[in-house]
């Protein structure tokens, strides 16, 4: 069975950094791509960064220049810096893994989110 784990949320002053982590377990062959998304109060979940297995990254507009995206294949797990948070940031963040492959199927699967706090 497989279960996404994030890690490395919590409460940061403006300014601070945090490194969130995601990994992937269970028998998996191959991960298409794997991402962060985040919803902050009142909003919709939003795309922040993205990565593929060959190391093709996007980022949401927001963050360009503060967060970066990594991932380390052997491992099934994907970080995400995050340098000079503003409040805004402030969001339950989200992993997904797209085009996760066990023995079983192809699918794609979300982690149960951790809380990120930026206060001003």
């Known amino acids: 069975q497989v279960q996404l784990v994030e890690s490395g949320g919590g409460l940061v002053q403006a300014g601070g950094s945090l490194r969130l982590s995601c990994a992937a377990s269970g028998v998996i062959f191959s991960i298409t791509a794997m991402a962060w998304f985040r919803r902050a109060p009142g909003k919709q979940r939003e795309l922040v960064a993205a990565i593929t297995s060959g190391g093709s990254t996007n980022y949401a507009e927001s963050v360009l220049g503060r967060f970066t995206i990594s991932r380390d294949n052997a491992k099934n797990t994907v970080y995400l810096q995050m340098n000079s948070l503003k409040p805004e940031d402030t969001a339950v963040y989200y992993c997904?893994?797209?085009?996760?492959?066990?023995?079983?199927?192809?699918?794609?699967?979300w982690g149960q989110g951790t809380q990120v706090t930026v206060s001003s």
């Open positions: 997904k893994a797209d085009g996760l492959v066990t023995p079983a199927s192809v699918d794609d699967y």
